[in-house]
């Protein structure tokens, strides 16, 4: 089994508030975790390689912490996406 070790290194998450950051973060914290271990696009990323920027598109973004853990699931999807390219 390879390991992951995906490194971000700043997340400016202006507009949040600050419990709603927390809950954005934490979201986006297991919801890598789940489409990173995903069998079934694991080996077309599993390979070492740098990727400095990527640019993900729209995500709609709701207020709330409902739309905070939203906003997380997406961004952590459209990651996920944007490794397989």
């Known amino acids: 089994m390879s390991r992951i070790r995906l490194t971000i290194d700043e997340l400016a998450l202006k507009g949040f508030e600050a419990p709603d950051s927390r809950v954005l973060v934490n979201g986006l914290r297991s919801e890598l975790a789940r489409v990173l271990s995903d069998?079934?696009?694991?080996?077309?990323?599993?390979?070492?390689?740098?990727?400095?920027?990527?640019?993900?598109?729209?995500?709609?973004?709701?207020?709330?912490?409902?739309?905070?853990?939203?906003?997380?699931?997406?961004?952590?999807?459209?990651?996920?996406?944007?490794?397989?390219?």
């Open 39 to 85: 069998p079934l696009t694991r080996a077309e990323w599993a390979r070492s390689h740098r990727t400095p920027v990527l640019r993900l598109g729209p995500i709609p973004v709701e207020t709330g912490t409902s739309g905070s853990r939203k906003f997380a699931k997406g961004l952590a999807q459209a990651i996920g996406k944007g490794m397989t390219r």
